[in-house]
């Protein structure tokens, strides 16, 4: 029998601005290899006024959907159709996903955390303190709540945006779900002294990443107790001093890379409905940025 000839590749990607050092693609294409999909992951550099085309565009070549990557998040949501939940508590997409040609934004960032952090413990009832206010603890807030933590300690340096993620989440996000909820504010001026109630403690600031890699976050590392989940959001290196000195203390460990990684699962799952491999997507990953 001949076998039927096709050369159309279903297309999805990632729209950036500056996007060359994007890492995607080598995570999302080998995970369609392995599933037997002939789609392609482009990495694209769109420009802010170029935006509104490019979604356009997107939409004209029948992409199935799009990441959106700094400094889309939240511009991109005026071309969309439609939210998802945490998406519109956030009011930002990282991911929009093509439904009977109606574009709908997402945001996967948080949803990837909880998952990876599903994998240790359940997020229910859990007292939770997150370093940062910007992207990713938003997102990382909002989806911890949503999964039923019932305490969120906000630790930023700057306090108008600390107090603005206290304020969304002690408002519409906490409206939102049944669980009980706080969330409250701590202004990070001096050395943190991480509470021996806390259960899991993120780094969602983006201290540590490339090439300040031996920053450290302004914590008392005795604080640190091997009964709390330590989680740091930096991806590129993953072994930060932060996920070193927690390993060293006996603490479960989540690095940036099982964040990136669990958020490309839900990622392809939106846009294909199949389940990837995720250990061929860390090792796309680690090809990339070396695993130390
Ligand atoms: P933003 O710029 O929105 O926010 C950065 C945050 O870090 C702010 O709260 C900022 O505080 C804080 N910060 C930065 N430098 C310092 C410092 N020297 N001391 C204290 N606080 C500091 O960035 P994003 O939230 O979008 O991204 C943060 C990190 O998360 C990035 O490194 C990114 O790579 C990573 N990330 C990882 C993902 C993954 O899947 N692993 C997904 C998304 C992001 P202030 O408000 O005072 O400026």
Not at 129 to 135: N, P, Q, R, S, Y
Request: charged letters at 20%.
């Amino acid at each position: 029998m001949v076998k039927e000839l096709n050369f159309k590749q279903e297309l999805v990607g990632c729209f950036g601005f500056p996007v060359a050092e994007n890492p995607t693609q080598a995570m999302i294409e080998p995970a369609f290899n392995a599933l037997n999909l002939d789609w392609r992951y482009l990495t694209l550099e769109v420009s802010p006024e170029n935006l509104k085309r490019a979604v356009k565009g997107a939409r004209a070549f029948g992409f199935k959907g799009f990441n959106c990557t700094i400094p889309h998040k939240i511009e991109v949501i005026q071309y969309l159709d439609s939210l998802g939940e945490s998406a519109e508590l956030m009011g930002a997409v990282n991911c929009v996903v093509n439904k009977n040609g109606k574009l709908i934004g997402e945001n996967t960032d948080g949803k990837g955390f909880v998952s990876s952090l599903k994998q240790i413990t359940d997020p229910s009832e859990k007292s939770c303190v997150i370093f940062g206010a910007g992207g990713a603890a938003r997102a990382i807030s909002v989806e911890m709540a949503i999964a039923g933590c019932s305490t969120i300690t906000i630790v930023n340096r700057s306090t108008k945006r600390g107090e603005q993620l206290v304020q969304l989440l002690n408002t519409k996000v906490k409206d939102s779900i049944k669980s009980t909820f706080h969330a409250e504010f701590v202004h990070w001026e001096q050395c943190y002294q991480i509470p021996s109630s806390a259960e899991v403690v993120i780094n969602a600031t983006s201290i540590g990443l490339f090439p300040d890699i031996s920053a450290r976050l302004n914590i008392e590392l005795e604080t640190l107790k091997p009964d709390m989940v330590i989680a740091d959001v930096i991806p590129n290196p993953p072994k930060t001093q932060l996920v070193n000195d927690a390993t060293e203390r006996g603490c479960k460990v989540i690095d940036g890379l099982e964040m990136l990684v669990a958020q490309g699962v839900i990622g392809i799952e939106y846009w294909t409905g199949q389940s990837p491999d995720p250990s061929i997507m860390r090792k796309g990953l680690e090809d990339v940025f070396g695993s130390s």
